[in-house]
């Protein structure tokens, strides 16, 4: 199961963070990651966190705003989102996945993932 919160409303320029918790057999997947979905849009891969070497991507165009971390005990994956913009209002919503992603092209394809959070609101406004 994955439990994603921390999501809300903020300022263009503000700051937030969102959290989600992996528990059950989840904590031993391959990888998590962060996705979001913006009304009307696909979803779109933010970054995600190879669980075993702790390696980290993101997509270019989060890169130096976002920041994904983990906790020590590998249970908890975080996204801190700085300078937000009104165009990153979306749901984002962390996977899990359970087999071996080997490209970056595997880390940013949403079916690569076997398990997802419900979701969590991020709105910014201007």
């Known amino acids: 199961q994955l439990q994603a919160s921390g999501g809300g409303w903020v300022q263009a320029g503000g700051s937030l963070r969102v959290s989600c918790t992996a528990s059950g057999r989840i904590i031993s997947s391959y990888a998590m990651a962060w996705f979001r979905q913006a009304p009307g849009k696909e979803r779109e891969f933010v970054g995600a966190?190879?669980?075993?070497?702790?390696?980290?991507y993101y997509a270019d165009s989060m890169k130096g705003r976002f920041t994904i971390s983990r906790d020590n005990a590998k249970t908890t994956l975080y996204l801190q989102m700085n300078s937000l913009k009104p165009e990153d209002t979306a749901v984002y919503y962390c996977?899990?996945?359970?087999?071996?992603?080997?490209?970056?092209?595997?880390?940013?394809?949403?079916?690569?993932?076997?398990?997802w959070g419900q979701g969590t609101q991020v709105t910014v406004s201007s």
């Open positions: 996977a899990a996945g359970s087999s071996a992603l080997v490209f970056y092209t595997d880390y940013v394809t949403p079916h690569r993932y076997d398990y």
């Open positions: 966190v190879n669980w075993s070497s702790g390696s980290i």
